[in-house]
T-cell receptor
Framework: DAGVTQSPTHLIKTRGQQVTLRCSPKSGHDTVSWYQQALGQGPQFIFQYYEEEERQRGNFPDRFSGHQFPNYSSELNVNALLLGDSALYLC??????????????FGPGTRLTVL | QKEVEQNSGPLSVPEGAIASLNCTYSDRGSQSFFWYRQYSGKSPELIMFIYSNGDKEDGRFTAQLNKASQYVSLLIRDSQPSDSATYLCAVNRRNDKIIFGKGTRLHILP
């Protein structure tokens, strides 16, 4: 049973560029959440996708956008990259049961460096 | 007041002793609570989740939840050097958005 996978593992971009990160959820899961984790901090919630729609969003600007495909995989897009976007980007998948008890499992993350 | 608060540590515990990690949260309507372990440079790994008041045990780990005090803790018995990591407390608010604390760094002394 494959767990959550993410690609690429590492990425280096320059300011102003755009980046796309990809995530495949754990088998049987239908919900994908994205987090940004800066060094020494806990993961910060970016947004969550369920049934191909953004269901929840954290305090991130519109430069951060996403998509979920019919096979439940997801992409995170970041436009106009800033130095402060350098972080570990984590994807977590879960099975939505609508009771506030969904358990999320994380992928290995994508380390983004913006120069 | 931060939504999920943890002492950043480091918390140093002798090998074989009990490590006690604490977390408080602000939203009284929070429904589920999680502990993740994160090794340096790696992604968070789920250790335990708890939904109801009281204790929940899984091997060397015990999660404790007190909703009245808005407090959740993790006990690690017979601490091992491999337990040295950052422990993240996460709270699922009623709207299914999971909020993480900054984590507590645990160092098990051989």
């Amino acid at each position: 049973d494959a767990g959550v996978t993410q690609s690429p593992t590492h990425l280096i971009k320059t300011r102003g560029q755009q980046v796309t990160l990809r995530c495949s959820p754990k088998s049987g899961h239908d919900t994908v959440s994205w987090y940004q984790q800066a060094l020494g901090q806990g993961p910060q919630f970016i947004f969550q996708y369920y049934e191909e729609e953004e269901r929840q969003r954290g305090n991130f600007p519109d430069r951060f956008s996403g998509h979920q495909f019919p096979n439940y995989s997801s992409e995170l897009n970041v436009n106009a990259l800033l130095l402060g976007d350098s972080a570990l980007y984590l994807c977590a998948s879960s099975l939505s049961v609508g009771l506030g008890t969904d358990t999320q499992y994380f992928g290995p993350g994508t380390r983004l460096t913006v120069l | 007041q931060k939504e999920v608060e943890q002492n950043s540590g480091p918390l140093s515990v002798p090998e074989g002793a009990i490590a006690s990690l604490n977390c408080t949260y602000s939203d009284r309507g929070s429904q589920s609570f999680f502990w993740y372990r994160q090794y340096s440079g790696k992604s968070p790994e789920l250790i335990m989740f708890i939904y109801s008041n009281g204790d929940k045990e899984d091997g060397r780990f015990t999660a404790q939840l007190n909703k009245a005090s808005q407090y959740v803790s993790l006990l690690i018995r017979d601490s091992q050097p491999s337990d040295s990591a950052t422990y993240l407390c996460a709270v699922n608010r009623r709207n299914d958005k999971i909020i993480f604390g900054k984590g507590t760094r645990l160092h098990i002394l051989p």
